[in-house]
């Protein structure tokens, strides 16, 4: 249904019938109540479509996320009382500036933007 001439992108739309990927809007959730329409195809300029399924990061599962927010949660917590029990401001400073780095570290990994490519 796209074609490429003149520097153009055309598509054909039907006239009338079933039109599978233009519907969008409220009627195109099961519970009809989706108000975001649905995107259509992409293509480039010379017409090749655009797949975006491998594109994403690996999905997480939540109980990682959970238990790694309470963990880090709890070493914060534990870790700032036990500046605070000794008096220590400069420890305390070094403490949340490695936690810090430590987590800013973690997600520079995960979302690769550290690499070139």
Avoid: H
């Amino acid at each position: 249904p796209v074609k490429v001439e003149q520097g153009e992108v055309r598509v054909a739309v039907p006239d009338g019938g079933e039109r599978a990927y233009f519907d969008g809007g409220a009627t195109s959730s099961f519970e009809r109540n989706n108000v975001f329409g649905i995107e259509p195809r992409m293509y480039l300029e010379d017409g090749t479509y655009i797949d975006d399924d491998g594109v994403t990061q690996s999905q997480l599962d939540p109980g990682i996320i959970v238990v790694t927010t309470l963990a880090v949660a709890i070493v914060a917590v534990a870790g700032t009382a036990v500046c605070l029990y000794i008096e220590s401001i400069p420890a305390l400073a070094a403490f949340w500036i490695v936690g810090f780095a430590i987590v800013g570290k973690q997600v520079l990994d995960y979302s690769d933007l550290g690499q070139d490519e």
